[in-house]
């Protein structure tokens, strides 16, 4: 039986040889949650020893954070520092990579004023637009991981005794990605694998439009013309493969900016930096959201929907089967990142560039001209369940069955 030690380093070695599968050469910034101190030094050094030239850490921790918004003046909701900003612009442009260990504690703002949290978000965003133009381009090599804080194993493993919830979180961690004690690059060798063939049939397809049937669900998407299915992985500008998100089960494409119609409802709780909103429907009317409730942190949305013109309108569709590995877990994580892998889901906001042929070439207002949503925002909400059907319209205008019962049926 494989040691916590064991597990622990070879999920190290998986995300930097792997995710973000550094170059000799090349300089690495690391943002982490501060309870993660040991694993952020266990993946330095695996940076290191593939021949980073510099690895820079960024530590952040959730007191900090709220201090904030609870005794912060005003005005410095709206702030952002321009030399942050600049130095990420800078660390891209010279082709540095960058590695997230992405984990929002889902109660971080209860009982703050979450007009504060939007402002702040916007703020941030804006200031870094320039930079997500280097992650949304795969212009570089990025990659979003987990790893435990206590917060987070308190909310998903309320259920498990305190002093186990920690111990449970890792175990879950690395069954999602694989890491068994074998060797997980193999692993995801082979599920890279699967996924693409998966992205290729998809492509072979052509689909002209999706279909969405569920419980408080009827939709029509249109697909973008020239649209490009992707999976887990994909190559930068200079040829180097990486995985933007571990894990990963999603396979996703472009739709048609102004081409939505008709209603949606989540199926799992959202946790919207750091605020909860639960059992969202959306009304869609020629790709832009018409009318929406929610049954908890209606508020959130509002503020989201209010970012910019391109927050109202679809920039993702992704597929992933209902019955999959970690919607098999029976769960719900309250993070984004995991739970829509185990979940079809929609994201509002900015479409990727690289899910449209010669989309990266393209200016913002040749993006736009081409049906692609722009925006300063991307989030993705959940919709899928054992009761999802999607029927997938061919350029002849015929229709098949893409999902039955929230599985596959191509």
Known sequence: MSTFETLLEQYAELVVRVGVN?????VFLVTAPLETIDFTRLIVSKAYEAGAKYVQVEFEDDQITRSRFEHGDDACFDYYPVWKAEMMEKLAEEGGATLTIKV????????????????????????????SQYTRNHKISWCLIKAPTKAWADKVFADVAEEDRI????????????VDGSDPVQNWQEHLKNLEQLQNKLNHKKYKSLHYRAPGTDLKIELADGHIWR?????????NYFVANMPTEEVFTMPKRTGVNGYVTSTMPLNLNGQLVDRITFTFKDGKVTEYTAESGEQHLTH?????????????????????????????FYNTGIDENASCHLALGSAYPFNMEKGTQMSREELLKNGANVS???????????????????????KEAVFRKGNWAI
């Open 22 to 26: 550094i170059q000799p050469g090349q």
């Open 104 to 131: 929002p504690n889902p109660d971080l703002y209860q009982g703050i004023d979450p007009q504060k949290v939007s402002r702040a978000t916007k703020a941030a965003v804006t200031a870094r637009e320039g930079f």
């Open 167 to 178: 111990r449970v979180m890792w175990d879950t961690i690395f069954r999602m990605n694989r």
């Open 231 to 239: 999976s887990g992985g994909g190559e930068n500008e200079r040829g």
């Open 304 to 332: 989201l929907l209010a970012t910019d013109e391109g927050a109202s309108y679809l920039g993702e569709v992704a597929l992933v089967p209902h019955d999959s590995p970690i919607s098999n877990l029976n769960r719900i």
């Open 376 to 398: 300063l925002t991307h989030v993705d909400f959940m919709i899928g369940s054992a009761e999802l059907d999607i029927d997938g319209e061919l350029q002849d205008g015929s």
